[in-house]
């Protein structure tokens, strides 16, 4: 496919990163227009959520279905009805006049969305010979990486100077550009595997994906296990999941090939990708609501103070591009690591009374390690997996980078909340009427409601400042966690290497 790409080659990557960008924004751009949305659309904070949640169930959902459907159907069709179909959704979730047609359509958004980024990841594998897939997943990277940091600048600008709306109608232009340009330039491509379809495998794994998006976006609102609901979702992930696992190591041609996991790069790869779904995405969940609601930052200056973030990643990946090949591959994974978390250190010592240079600075070195990380994540994870796996492959790939980010969400927001109720009675301990500290500062007025309730809004206020502070030391010390696991890697896992590729 490499040779018939031919000097089609620039136009086919520009074309690409534009679907994949288009797809990466939707995953946070829509975040910051929720409460417009709901006035608009008269909905309550619950009915909100599922706009959110049928996104990301769906895409979930429908991300291991692609790497099948991609091996029996022409590529190039299923990911120009992708983006057909993407658009599409976009533009009706941007007429949606009632909450019902919202969630309809955001589910609609989500399965047409599903395969844009796993698609696009292995046309550019394919569109470039071996030596050159650093710089193809560079290129890649930048799109995956940029939409969810840019999601929320862009999407705040919007929602302030226009309206929600427009959050979904600025996919039009993109898809529609994108479309063309693949309609008349990307060559077809079928693998031309006639194995049946596993409908049990399929059925099983949907059934575990979504009751576990479900558990993990619905978890907090619903106080966890506690709820009825949460406990019977859990019950079906861990089923389900169990009957597909025992059903891939028994079937003949089980939904999800074995001998994807029969090469060790691939596998460590995959779980790399997850950890730093985790470290990535929890990150971006975490700053905006503290920037919004502890310091008082406005939605836009919270968009600009944090999407220094992506200029470093641009520049990681600008860097990284030229060094694959030449450098162990591990090494840059290690440095990235490093640099990531340094930058969660850095978080560590955030305070109340900072300006917003320590989040632009430590966003831009997070950015950077991340960059690092990503680019020969994404090389060394094929690099001696067979091409006849590489649609599969990327679809499971994006698959744990995106259940990484959604459990990572979960869990920093769950510990966040907790840990800033359990701050809150601590240091409300040691306030008394007796406490020397606060006379000066409230004198005669400590028994007044008014004071009462500025100091509870205080302490609340710092309780949730080193919630979040805690949170930032569990990522620093997960993104430690990782290192050991670069000896599971192959040496080098460069660019050129194509020995050790798996085979049936």
């Given at each position: 496919?490499?040779?018939?790409?031919?000097?089609?080659?620039?136009?086919?990557?520009?074309?690409?990163?534009?679907?994949?960008?288009?797809?990466?924004?939707?995953?946070?751009?829509?975040?910051?227009?929720?409460?417009?949305?709901?006035?608009?659309?008269?909905?309550?904070?619950?009915?909100?959520?599922?706009?959110?949640?049928?996104?990301?169930?769906?895409?979930?959902?429908?991300?291991?279905?692609?790497?099948?459907?991609?091996?029996?159907?022409?590529?190039?069709?299923?990911?120009?009805?992708?983006?057909?179909?993407?658009?599409?959704?976009?533009?009706?979730?941007?007429?949606?006049?009632?909450?019902?047609?919202?969630?309809?359509?955001?589910?609609?958004?989500?399965?047409?969305?599903?395969?844009?980024?796993?698609?696009?990841?292995?046309?550019?594998?394919?569109?470039?010979?071996?030596?050159?897939?650093?710089?193809?997943?560079?290129?890649?990277?930048?799109?995956?990486?940029?939409?969810?940091?840019l999601g929320p600048a862009l999407g705040g600008w919007l929602t302030q100077n226009y309206n929600?709306?427009?959050?979904?109608?600025?996919?039009?232009?993109?898809?529609?550009?994108?479309?063309?340009?693949?309609?008349?330039?990307?060559?077809?491509?079928?693998?031309?595997?006639?194995?049946?379809?596993?409908?049990?495998?399929?059925?099983?794994?949907?059934?575990?994906?979504?009751?576990?998006?479900?558990?993990?976006?619905?978890?907090?609102?619903?106080?966890?296990?506690?709820?009825?609901?949460?406990?019977?979702?859990?019950?079906?992930?861990?089923?389900?999941?169990?009957?597909?696992?025992?059903?891939?190591?028994?079937?003949?041609?089980p939904f999800i090939n074995r001998a994807l996991f029969k090469d060790a790069n691939f596998l460590?790869?995959?779980?790399?990708?997850?950890?730093?779904?985790?470290?990535?995405?929890?990150?971006?969940?975490?700053?905006?609501?503290?920037?919004?609601?502890?310091?008082?930052?406005?939605?836009?200056?919270?968009?600009?103070?944090?999407?220094?973030?992506?200029?470093?990643?641009?520049?990681?990946?600008?860097?990284?591009?030229?060094?694959?090949?030449?450098?162990?591959?591990?090494?840059?994974?290690?440095?990235?690591?490093?640099?990531?978390?340094?930058?969660?250190?850095?978080?560590?010592?955030?305070?109340?009374?900072?300006?917003?240079?320590?989040?632009?600075?430590?966003?831009?070195?997070?950015?950077?390690?991340?960059?690092?990380?990503?680019?020969?994540?994404?090389?060394?994870?094929?690099?001696?997996?067979?091409?006849?796996?590489?649609?599969?492959?990327?679809?499971?790939?994006?698959?744990?980078?995106?259940?990484?980010?959604?459990?990572?969400?979960?869990?920093?927001?769950?510990?966040?909340?907790?840990?800033?109720?359990?701050?809150?009675?601590?240091?409300?301990?040691?306030?008394?009427?007796?406490?020397?500290?606060?006379?000066?500062?409230?004198?005669?007025?400590?028994?007044?409601?008014?004071?009462?309730?500025?100091?509870?809004?205080?302490?609340?206020?710092?309780?949730?400042?080193?919630?979040?502070?805690?949170?930032?030391?569990?990522?620093?010390?997960?993104?430690?966690?990782?290192?050991?696991?670069?000896?599971?890697?192959?040496?080098?896992?460069?660019?050129?290497?194509?020995?050790?590729?798996?085979?049936?």
């Amino acid at each position: 496919m490499a040779a018939a790409a031919g000097t089609n080659r620039g136009v086919i990557t520009v074309s690409v990163m534009l679907a994949t960008i288009m797809q990466a924004l939707d995953t946070t751009i829509a975040n910051v227009a929720l409460p417009h949305m709901q006035g608009t659309l008269s909905a309550t904070q619950d009915q909100m959520t599922w706009v959110l949640t049928s996104y990301i169930v769906a895409a979930a959902i429908m991300i291991p279905f692609t790497g099948w459907l991609a091996t029996r159907i022409d590529r190039k069709i299923v990911f120009l009805c992708s983006i057909a179909g993407f658009t599409i959704a976009s533009a009706l979730c941007g007429l949606a006049q009632s909450i019902s047609q919202m969630v309809l359509f955001r589910l609609l958004q989500g399965v047409s969305g599903a395969a844009l980024v796993p698609l696009s990841q292995a046309i550019l594998f394919d569109i470039n010979p071996r030596e050159a897939h650093g710089r193809a997943m560079a290129t890649w990277g930048i799109g995956v990486t940029l939409g969810p940091i840019l999601g929320p600048a862009l999407g705040g600008w919007l929602t302030q100077n226009y309206n929600w709306r427009w959050v979904f109608y600025i996919n039009l232009p993109i898809g529609i550009l994108a479309f063309l340009g693949l309609l008349f330039y990307l060559p077809p491509r079928k693998d031309n595997r006639a194995s049946p379809f596993d409908f049990f495998g399929f059925i099983t794994l949907s059934a575990a994906i979504g009751a576990l998006q479900l558990v993990m976006d619905r978890g907090q609102l619903l106080d966890w296990f506690s709820s009825t609901e949460i406990v019977a979702e859990a019950v079906v992930a861990g089923l389900a999941l169990y009957l597909f696992v025992i059903h891939m190591l028994t079937h003949e041609h089980p939904f999800i090939n074995r001998a994807l996991f029969k090469d060790a790069n691939f596998l460590a790869s995959n779980v790399f990708i997850f950890v730093v779904g985790v470290v990535l995405f929890a990150t971006l969940a975490l700053l905006p609501p503290m920037l919004q609601n502890l310091m008082n930052y406005p939605v836009v200056t919270t968009g600009f103070v944090t999407a220094p973030r992506g200029i470093g990643t641009l520049l990681a990946m600008i860097t990284v591009g030229r060094l694959i090949g030449r450098v162990d591959s591990r090494l840059l994974i290690g440095f990235g690591l490093v640099l990531t978390s340094a930058a969660a250190w850095q978080m560590t010592h955030f305070s109340l009374l900072m300006n917003s240079w320590p989040i632009v600075t430590s966003g831009m070195l997070q950015g950077f390690g991340v960059g690092f990380v990503y680019v020969p994540l994404s090389t060394v994870a094929f690099a001696t997996l067979a091409e006849r796996y590489r649609t599969e492959g990327t679809a499971f790939f994006n698959l744990l980078r995106n259940l990484g980010s959604s459990i990572g969400i979960s869990a920093v927001q769950t510990l966040l909340t907790r840990n800033t109720q359990a701050l809150h009675e601590s240091l409300a301990s040691h306030i008394t009427p007796y406490a020397a500290a606060l006379r000066p500062e409230l004198g005669a007025e400590m028994s007044s409601p008014a004071a009462l309730a500025a100091l509870n809004g205080e302490v609340t206020r710092q309780a949730g400042m080193i919630a979040y502070i805690d949170d930032f030391k569990l990522i620093m010390i997960m993104t430690l966690g990782l290192l050991p696991l670069l000896l599971l890697m192959r040496r080098g896992g460069g660019a050129g290497s194509e020995s050790g590729a798996v085979i049936d």
